[in-house]
Each structure stands twice: as structure tokens, then as C-alpha cells.
T-cell receptor
């Protein structure tokens, strides 16, 4: 399977707990992105990596959110002290960087987070 | 801030009808992509357009990028129930990440 893999698919957690999601990108892709999608909206950019370097973080990414991509392979997104407003689908995508954007994203199936 | 506005938000049509959905912005994009998303899944890339005025066809789907690279349209001919889904446009800004519109939710009834 050469697609983007995200785990877990679903996560239900109590408010205040910490959660961590994992994304395994396509191995040839040097860029990895995290997006968040709420019901009825398009995906919103959170952060992206080129290889192991985190190049940009959205203002949406509060101090409770942290992302890593050790060794430029898989990535993790951690949310500390979850709040109900964090409930959303968290999408990971990978792509070949550079060019004029002719390389599209390959998205994973997402992790659906529900904070109760 | 929504850089990309999509219209209509919802569209419900009968099988066999034609439709057009629109993606508009006041910003110029380096490239624009269209994705289709089904419930509970990630978006799947349909097409990338890079040149102003470019038209691409994918079977019954026709994509057009505006001359000024600020807008795009997706036209579907003879829609089928399998076309049902959320259609998202995404514009490349500053050559590093794509911004997505809110999507057009299409329902094609048999």
C-alpha cells in the first residue's frame, strides 16, 4: 500500500486529556501537511514539514498543539488538554514539494476526534 | 479568513443533468486544484490547473482556470449518482501550501 496512512481512525476522549495522532506519508514525498476539517467546512491548514523541518504553523495551532516529524518520515500531532472545540477531522497529506504546485496532495483517511 | 469562495454550497440534481460549480477569489493563485471527498474519507485529487485560461477534461468533468488565475469552474456533464460528494477547490498560495474553499456538496439522485 503506497497511500497515506493515519491512525487511529477515530478517537473519543474526555475534555482535558491529551491525544496523539500518527501519519505515515508516501515514502517518496518530502512534504507533509496537517489540516483540520469541521463539519460543513473545507480543510484548514495547521502546519507543514519539508523533510524533518517544520516550516510553517498556522495561528490556528495554539500552544496546546505540537507536531513532529522525526527523521523526515512519519509525523505525530499531539493535542494537550483537549477542549470540546478541538472536535474535528484531522487530515494528513503528503506531496512532492517544489515546482509550481503541479504536485497535488495525497490525503489520508483522517482521524475523527470527538471530545466529550 | 476564507480566501476561496465556492458556490453553490449545496446542489441536488437528477441523474443525467448537467451542472457547474464555481470557485472564486480576490487573490491570484500559482495553481488551483479540485478534490472530491466522500463522508468519513480524505479528499481525493481530481485535477491541477496551472496556466491562466487552461481547460482540462477528465471524462465527463471539465475544469477551467480563469485567465487571471483567480477563479475556476468545474462542469459535470450527465451527472451520475457516483458523482455524489463534496467538491473542494484549493489554491496554492506562496508556493508552499494550499488553501481550501468550503466546498460544494453535490447529491445526484437516481
Amino acid at each position: 500500500d503506497t497511500g497515506v496512512s493515519q491512525n487511529p481512525r477515530h478517537k473519543i476522549t474526555k475534555r482535558g486529556q491529551n491525544v496523539t495522532f500518527r501519519c505515515d506519508p508516501i515514502s517518496e514525498h518530502n512534504r507533509l501537511y496537517w489540516y483540520r476539517q469541521t463539519l460543513g467546512q473545507g480543510p484548514e491548514f495547521l502546519t507543514y514539514f519539508q523533510n524533518e523541518a517544520q516550516l510553517e504553523k498556522s495561528r490556528l495551532l495554539s500552544d496546546r498543539f505540537s507536531a513532529e516529524r522525526p527523521k523526515g518520515s512519519f509525523s505525530t500531532l499531539e493535542i494537550q488538554r483537549t477542549e470540546q472545540g478541538d472536535s474535528a477531522m484531522y487530515l494528513c497529506a503528503s506531496s512532492l514539494g517544489g515546482g509550481q504546485g503541479e504536485y497535488g496532495y495525497t490525503f489520508g483517511s483522517g482521524t475523527r476526534l470527538t471530545v466529550v | 479568513t476564507q480566501l476561496l469562495e465556492q458556490s453553490p454550497q449545496f446542489l441536488s440534481i437528477q441523474e443525467g443533468e448537467n451542472l457547474t460549480v464555481y470557485c472564486n477569489s480576490s487573490s491570484v493563485f500559482s495553481s488551483l486544484q479540485w478534490y472530491r471527498q466522500e463522508p468519513g474519507e480524505g479528499p481525493v485529487l481530481l485535477v491541477t490547473v496551472v496556466t491562466g485560461g487552461e481547460v482540462k477534461k477528465l471524462k465527463r468533468l471539465t475544469f477551467q482556470f480563469g485567465d487571471a488565475r483567480k477563479d475556476s469552474s468545474l462542469h459535470i456533464t450527465a451527472a451520475q449518482p457516483g458523482d455524489t460528494g463534496l467538491y473542494l477547490c484549493a489554491g496554492l498560495y506562496n508556493f508552499n501550501k494550499f488553501y481550501f474553499g468550503s466546498g460544494t456538496k453535490l447529491n445526484v439522485k437516481p
